[in-house]
């Protein structure tokens, strides 16, 4: 199995910078697809970014794009998500997700995931 454990969430403030970190084991991460999505409260889990093994290549939602970035380093095993000028609507709990298949926003592509980490951006 691949075991996915996601850190670094809280409350924060509306306009504030946060970085979630989720943290690999039990395969070898880097031929893996990962990538985040969120779930709000009583709302369906939705797709956040992803970045592709084969060629490093990154996708965004757009309610995210050009506030979040994300990477991996696979010498560490993990994953990062930074998000930028955090909005309310940004609040959510946050999924680390990884698949051997490829990531075009289902939530059925993903084959592992992490636990979740509670992000609040208070206005």
């Known amino acids: 199995q691949l075991q996915l454990v996601e850190s670094g969430g809280g409350l924060v403030q509306a306009g504030v910078s946060l970085t979630l970190s989720c943290a690999a084991s039990g395969r070898t991460f880097s031929v893996y697809n990962v990538g985040w999505y969120r779930q709000p409260p009583g709302k369906e889990r939705e797709f956040v970014a992803s970045i592709r093994w084969t060629d490093g290549s990154i996708s965004f939602a757009d309610s995210v794009k050009d506030r979040f970035t994300t990477s991996r380093s696979n010498p560490n095993n993990r994953l990062y998500l930074q998000m930028n000028s955090l909005k309310p609507e940004d609040t959510a709990v946050y999924f680390c997700?990884?698949?051997?298949?490829?990531?075009?926003?289902?939530?059925?592509?993903?084959?592992?995931w992490g636990q979740g980490t509670q992000v609040t951006v208070s206005s």
């Open positions: 997700a990884a698949t051997k298949k490829s990531i075009h926003g289902s939530v059925n592509d993903i084959e592992y």
